[in-house]
């Protein structure tokens, strides 16, 4: 398989063997890996069955890397709408419903024209039509409560909830790194 016919993303790896992020998943080009396993800045995991060729050396392209050096993760999750989506798993706090991140908006519980600020505490994800619906009301004013009461999310929270949306990409050797916490098969 040449180089040219995949993008062969590498998996990258806190010191810990973490991924640095499950959603999205931390993932690193092959040129940006190849530069980095130069400059011995990570550790070659696992690697995919192509290679690259210089003049001089040819080099098999990694498919999981970890970084040499730990990488502290933020204590507090940023504040961002992809984040409240996940927090609160891709549905509509409305209705209930699933759906893609571009199709949900954000809704402000106690909207902003009556003192509602934007923050974890008071903003959910929320379809356009439950949106439209609640509008500039207050929930007790139509009777549409969220489901679950909005609230600060913990990184591991956020990585949790990460973890029930795969990519649409999984290499093989990845898995044992993703899911390496999950329960066995008793067999």
């Known amino acids: 398989m040449s180089v040219a016919s995949g993008t062969f993303p590498a998996?990258?790896?806190?010191?810990?063997f973490r991924p640095?992020?499950?959603f999205p998943l931390s993932l690193w080009s092959w040129?940006?890996?190849?530069?980095?396993?130069?400059?011995d800045r990570v550790n070659v995991v696992s690697e995919y069955d192509c290679e690259v060729h210089s003049p001089?050396?040819?080099?098999?392209l990694p498919s999981v890397i970890s970084l040499r050096e730990y990488v502290q993760t933020s204590r507090r999750p940023a504040f961002t709408r992809f984040n409240v989506f996940l927090r609160d798993g891709f549905s509509c706090q409305y209705?209930?419903?699933?759906y893609r991140a571009e199709d949900l908006t954000f809704d402000h519980v106690v909207p902003r024209s009556k003192g509602g600020s934007t923050t974890w505490e008071n903003v959910v994800a929320a379809c356009?039509?439950?949106n439209l619906k609640k509008g500039d009301l207050l929930p007790r004013d139509i009777g549409v409560f969220p489901l679950r009461t909005?609230?600060?999310?913990s990184n591991r929270i956020l990585q949790t909830?990460?973890?029930?949306?795969?990519?649409?990409y999984l290499h093989e050797s990845w898995r044992d790194f993703l899911y390496w916490d999950t329960e066995l098969e008793a067999g």
């Open 150 to 153: 909005p609230e600060v999310p």
């Open 95 to 98: 209705c209930g419903g699933g």
């Open 31 to 39: 040129q940006d890996t190849i530069k980095a396993v130069f400059l």
């Open 128 to 130: 356009a039509p439950c």
């Open 161 to 168: 909830n990460g973890r029930a949306f795969p990519p649409n």
């Open 56 to 60: 001089s050396q040819a080099m098999r």
């Open 20 to 22: 640095l992020s499950y």
């Open 11 to 16: 998996l990258v790896l806190n010191a810990d």
